[in-house]
């Protein structure tokens, strides 16, 4: 090839020409072929959950190693499981009453699960210590009586701070708890001087279902408000709910948490709050998606998504619903649509990350359990077809040009 291109060059001028016209044609057909071949290698879709368990995969924490802790609706209710790095699965919620009643899944620092099995109580599982051992941690302040709908953690010099929704009964609200030895175990040395505050006083009508920390003593809580001055163009009398998204106050100690402001959204439903690798969030929803820096500003992302997840590079990928021929993955605040080899032929109820792929899990049309799969590594590498592509195209420039290179250089020799 070198050699034929190398002839032509040393022709005549109109040879030349051609030649050079040739080249740009490589170089349009090359970048159709490479756009061609855009869709996501590396995607699998099975109809079936976890390997290891039949059943609807509802929530998946995954740790190091392969492990994973997952609440799963199976034939004959509802298990959580967690498989360690030997493979070996163990039921950890078989002294639950009512594992489907449970809201969350909260990964703490040091890898263990926090949960709340029942009211004023929460339970730490850890996971990864030698011999399986609980926590539980009684909530009774004041005998008040709630139920824990969320928690989420944030560092405290040497501690840790954890900030919970709360179902009060006839209203939603947030506590604080702390500090937490940044030593889980002994619970005693961890727990024994943190305390409970009281209720946020000043939710008004909002229903909070969800909260994650953003930076030092300021957390986002996400939740539902009605606005009784709008009204479904269906139904005049319904009264329109919106997402709120809200900034709190809390920074330890007896004092409650205190809500300083809120950011309405005009529709749709936060599903996610994800928390990015610089410490920024996104709070991920039906109709567009939020970034919320730390001096909070907030971005609006016009992607819809039913689930989002963060990667072990620092991208998030949002899935949306049934049917849909691309993904959503933001990268550094940029986000990229990507056509999805395979459409999503699942209802997804859950999403997470290992070992660099990404697994969505949910439900087919038949509501049988389902499972589709990214590998994020084959972007752009050798084994797809637009990596290889990619790979021919920069080899045939590369001896092109520099064949181009060489010619001219022969020829200013020869004119000195």
Do not use: C
């Amino acid at each position: 090839m070198a050699k034929g291109w190398r002839g032509l060059l040393e022709e005549e001028s109109e040879h030349q020409w051609l030649a050079i016209t040739g080249f740009f044609v490589f170089i349009i057909i090359g970048a159709l072929a490479i756009q061609g071949t855009s869709s996501l290698p590396g995607v699998e879709y099975r109809s079936n959950g976890l390997d290891a368990v039949d059943g609807r995969v509802l929530d998946i924490i995954y740790g190091d190693s392969g492990t994973y802790t997952a609440l799963i609706l199976g034939d004959e209710g509802g298990i959580i499981l967690h498989q360690d790095d030997a493979g070996i699965l163990n039921d950890i919620g078989a002294n639950y009453d009512d594992v489907l009643g449970m809201t969350f899944m909260t990964e703490l620092h040091d890898g263990s699960i926090v949960v709340s099995p029942s009211n004023n109580t929460l339970e730490i599982i850890h996971v990864n210590a030698e011999v399986s051992q609980r926590t539980i941690l009684p909530l009774n302040s004041n005998q008040e009586v709630f139920d824990v709908v969320d928690v989420a953690e944030q560092p405290n010099g040497d501690s840790y701070r954890w900030l919970m929704v709360t179902d009060e009964g006839d209203s939603t609200s947030l506590r604080g708890f702390g500090s937490v030895g940044s030593e889980l175990l002994p619970a005693q040395d961890a727990f024994g001087n943190a305390t409970l505050t009281a209720a946020m006083v000043n939710s008004g009508n909002i229903a909070w279902n969800m909260v994650e920390a953003l930076d030092d003593g300021t957390w986002i809580a996400i939740g539902l408000t009605t606005n009784a001055f709008g009204a479904d163009e269906d139904s005049p009398a319904a009264p329109i709910k919106h997402p709120v998204i809200g900034f709190i106050s809390w920074s330890a100690g007896p004092t409650s948490p205190m809500l300083t402001s809120i950011e309405e959204l005009d529709k749709g439903e936060i599903h996610s709050l994800v928390r990015l690798d610089n410490g920024t969030l996104l709070a991920a929803g039906t109709d567009s998606a939020v970034h919320i820096a730390k001096d909070r500003t907030t971005t609006t992302v016009d992607f819809s998504s039913v689930s989002a997840t963060l990667d072990e590079n620092g991208a998030v990928w949002l899935f949306g619903s049934a049917g849909s021929t691309s993904v959503v993955r933001m990268v550094d605040g940029v986000a990229e649509k990507m056509p999805l080899a395979q459409p999503l032929l699942l209802t997804i109820e859950t999403s997470d990350v290992s070992n660099d792929v990404v697994y969505a899990y949910g439900i087919n049309a038949n509501g049988d359990a389902a499972t589709y799969s990214i590998d994020t590594l084959a972007i752009g590498s050798i084994e797809s077809g637009r990596g290889f592509l990619n790979f021919l195209f920069v080899t045939a420039s590369t001896v092109v040009i520099g064949v181009m290179l060489w010619t001219a250089s022969k020829r200013i020799r020869q004119n000195q």
